[in-house]
């Protein structure tokens, strides 16, 4: 343990050199990408809003229906070959959006499924959405929570 | 006294040649700038097989059967396999094995398997411990981004230092006796590590390993750039290879136009936006087809090739770990 430490250590000036000659990504082009594809993606995500919203009798049943369609169109984008081409193109546009999060899921299934159904994609298809269904529900739990104890207090 | 050792670290050699290669890429590396070097393209990079790690086999295999075929042998001439490749219990290179026959020397360092297998191969035929000894390596896109990173379809963005790697299997067959090019000497490195813990920048992890070889390489046999024709490294690409220059050079050594690396040759800019390419083929496709055929249309004589592995595992990686690196040096002479 300690030896590495000392071979880490020991080569700061090369960590240095290596920072210094590193390429650097262009943050304006990155961003105008991310903004093009997470905006497009939010854009068709308001048009499936807007139809539901005329055809569902509540608010709340056409957002679930929207999240519905936008998980599909991310599936399907997936199955397709497409998503992962777009989130090369767009960063984090394709990632933060719900369709990023579907992706996240089928193309792990799509990836283990190769080793079966049960020990390949039924173990692994939550290997990247994982941590983010169990934080989310950890997050959520303990906002809950606050919420819950603030609307006590104030009574 | 080991007769045959030359300083510290390199071993001198008098009889291996290389009587027989093969290079058999998939597709992507077929149409870049050093395709017309290889000897077979696939068209399929899956090569009809749903699973990556199965096609990884099927270019290993077919890639050892075909240099057998080149140097005019069958399976049962050759006294040893050898073969490394980079996914976990190395078993494209064990199940190729398996249907060869031929006693079995399972190899790992990473991207640098193609010198380290050439260098054992040329000592025991030097060392009179085998006739004939058939190297191999391969490694498969699809099959190490499932190890060692995500999913095929995931949205990843990649960084600008990060390397593709090349989909192909290359094998060689080294002997005693034939026509081809020489192995003189082989310079087996250290393992080093500087420090780099990202596991997506390989080529700034290997470079130190590389610069450490070549300086050891130089001082055991006396030599300098200006002895050889080309300096070739394996797969440090675009950022390592800028990194080795600098290491080179603040050591006195000046590479200039020498310096050639395989995963900054693989594939155009175009193709590969980031650093280059990598992976277990590369360095052994750059060798075998590119420098071998180069070599025997005369313009290089004397080649240093030095190919360089980043030893890290996923494990290693999410532990916090840094990535280690290692080069192996073989010099090839023309004949």
Known sequence: MDRDRDAIDGHKEYQRLVKQLAPKPNAAKEAARAFLVGGTLCLIGQFVLDFFRRTQPTEGEAIAATLATMILLGVVLTALGVYDTLGEFGGLGAAVPITGFANTIASAAMDFRREGYVVGMGAKMFLIAGPVIVFGIIAGTLTGLVAWLVSAVSG | ?335
């Open chain 2, 1 to 335: 006294m080991a007769a045959k050792r030359l300083g510290q670290f390199t071993v001198q050699l008098s009889s291996p040649r290389i009587v027989g290669a093969f290079t058999l890429m998939g597709p992507r590396e077929g149409a870049g700038p050093l395709g017309r070097y290889f000897d077979a393209i696939v068209d399929d990079y899956m090569w009809g097989e749903i699973q990556p790690e199965k096609a990884e086999r099927k270019y290993l295999e077919h890639a050892a059967r075909r240099a057998l075929e080149r140097a005019g042998l069958r399976e049962t001439d050759v006294d040893y396999f050898i073969a490394g490749d980079l996914l976990n219990q190395i078993v494209s290179s064990t199940y190729s094995a398996r249907s060869l026959g031929v006693p079995h020397l399972g190899i790992f360092a990473a991207c640098a398997t193609s010198a380290l297998g050439l260098g054992l191969a040329a000592m025991l035929v030097d060392g009179g411990f085998a006739r004939r000894v058939l190297v191999a390596t391969a490694s498969h896109y699809q099959a190490v981004e499932r190890q060692y990173r995500y999913p095929i379809e995931l949205n990843i963005q990649r960084k600008p230092t990060n390397q593709w790697t090349a989909t192909g299997g290359a094998a060689a067959v080294v002997a005693a006796e034939g026509e081809g090019p020489r192995i003189t000497q082989v310079t087996f490195g250290r393992v080093v590590d500087w420090g780099v813990k990202d596991a997506n920048d390989m080529g700034s992890a290997m470079a130190p390993a590389a610069a450490d070889t070549l300086l050891r390489h130089f001082s055991d046999t006396g030599t300098t750039p200006g002895d050889y024709d080309l300096i070739l490294t394996g797969d440090l690409a675009k950022v390592g290879s800028k990194l080795f220059r600098v290491l080179a050079g603040r050591a006195g050594v000046t590479l200039g136009g020498k310096h050639m690396d395989g995963g900054a040759s693989i594939y155009s800019p175009k193709q590969q936006p980031g650093a280059g390419a990598s992976g277990a083929v590369c360095s052994a496709a750059a060798i075998l087809g590119y420098v071998l055929k180069e070599m025997a249309r005369g313009r290089y004589r004397k080649v240093l090739a030095l190919p360089t592995g980043c030893l890290h595992s996923p494990t290693t990686w999410q532990q916090g770990e840094s990535c280690p690196g290692v080069s192996h040096a073989i010099v090839l002479e023309g004949a």
